[in-house]
T-cell receptor, first 112, second 113 residues
Framework: SQKIEQNSEALNIQEGKTATLTCNYTNYSPAYLQWYRQDPGRGPVFLLLIRENEKEKRKERLKVTFDTTLKQSLFHITASQPADSATYLCALVRNAGNMLTFGGGTRLMVKP | DVKVTQSSRYLVKRTGEKVFLECVQDMDHENMFWYRQDPGLGLRLIYFSYDVKMKEKGDIPEGYSVSREKKERFSLILESASTNQTSMYLC????????????FGSGTQLSVL
């Protein structure tokens, strides 16, 4: 069956450090992968999309990598700030059709 | 930016009631989604609509139905609410193309007593 796995344990890091979150998937052949941020009590907000032919994508302090051989995406936040504290979700399109499936999310806590 | 509006932020219903959750988007998107989110289970897809009157079941459609009579509106219906349908319900609208992304509403926290 198709699975998307993110570390369910919270990631605690110190302000200024780089946060790295992982998204692993099985039985998908995604054309692209997306990352979202979700704050408590709010809907997820889109951050980045990376396509299968892109190894890396950057947006300000965010960097995403996509390794289709390892079936893994890494999401990095450099120079992290307390305001980056949130849950981060990865999402994939299923092999057939247009339905987007989400991983369980990883909660990031950045301490001052 | 795209606005996705869910009609209620909080809703309390009784077991057996018929419940309507409404979602409206203002950007003429063809694709709309209903998810529910529960602690430890993440976002799970209930239904997907790819055009007016067109729908597909997601991973957990049992106990739910949907209606898409107009492009901007996608309704989720709980025919007979049960306590295990207590959850956060999130509606999303999808921008397709090279800048593909989902836009989510703020969610409806439904409690079924």
């Amino acid at each position: 069956s198709q699975k998307i796995e993110q570390n369910s344990e919270a990631l605690n890091i110190q302000e200024g450090k780089t946060a790295t979150l992982t998204c692993n998937y099985t039985n998908y052949s995604p054309a692209y992968l997306q990352w979202y941020r979700q704050d408590p009590g709010r809907g997820p907000v889109f951050l980045l999309l990376i396509r299968e032919n892109e190894k890396e994508k950057r947006k300000e302090r965010l960097k995403v990598t996509f390794d289709t051989t390892l079936k893994q995406s890494l999401f990095h936040i450099t120079a992290s700030q307390p305001a980056d504290s949130a849950t981060y979700l990865c999402a994939l399109v299923r092999n057939a059709g247009n339905m987007l499936t989400f991983g369980g999310g990883t909660r990031l806590m950045v301490k001052p | 930016d795209v606005k996705v509006t869910q009609s209620s932020r909080y809703l309390v219903k009784r077991t057996g009631e018929k419940v309507f959750l409404e979602c409206v988007q203002d950007m003429d998107h063809e694709n709309m989604f209903w998810y529910r989110q529960d602690p430890g289970l993440g976002l799970r897809l209930i239904y997907f609509s790819y055009d007016v009157k067109m729908k597909e079941k997601g991973d957990i459609p049992e106990g739910y139905s949907v209606s898409r009579e107009k492009k901007e509106r996608f309704s989720l219906i709980l025919e007979s609410a049960s306590t295990n349908q207590t959850s956060m319900y999130l509606c999303a609208s999808r921008l397709t193309g090279p800048n593909e992304k989902l836009f989510f509403g703020s969610g409806t926290q439904l409690s079924v007593l």
